[in-house]
């Protein structure tokens, strides 16, 4: 069963940053790309940021680029999303997603349950 478990979500003010991580079981983690996607109060889903499967390729929104980093460690399974100069419009659940391929182009196949990120001060 595929597995994709979040967390580092949290309060944090406005200018701060937060770590998210994401450990993945159940399937060859190494072969496939992976996406971070966000769901802020009240709305849809927006994509963030995806990392192919050996890490050579990664993607951004425009509203993140610039302030967020997205990593894997094939090693210990887990995806990473490194956010900084958080502002309020970055608060939402936040969702790990595997890719069906090893590329960004592969769809959006296998979802965690999410971790909230609040930025407030």
């Known amino acids: 069963e595929v597995q994709l478990v979040e967390s580092g979500g949290g309060l944090v003010q406005p200018g701060g940053s937060l770590r998210l991580s994401c450990a993945a079981s159940g399937f060859t983690f190494r072969d496939y790309a992976l996406s971070w996607v966000r769901q802020p109060p009240g709305k849809g889903l927006e994509w963030v940021s995806a990392?192919?499967?050996?890490?050579?390729?990664?993607y951004y929104a425009e509203s993140v680029r610039g302030r967020f980093a997205i990593s894997r460690d094939n090693a210990k399974n887990t995806l990473y999303l490194q956010m900084n100069s958080l502002e309020s419009e970055d608060a939402a659940v936040y969702y790990c997603?595997?890719?069906?391929?090893?590329?960004?182009?592969?769809?959006?196949?296998?979802w965690g349950k999410g971790t909230l990120v609040t930025v407030s001060s």
């Open positions: 997603v595997g890719h069906s391929g090893s590329y960004y182009s592969a769809g959006l196949e296998y």
């Open positions: 990392i192919e499967w050996n890490g050579g390729g990664t």
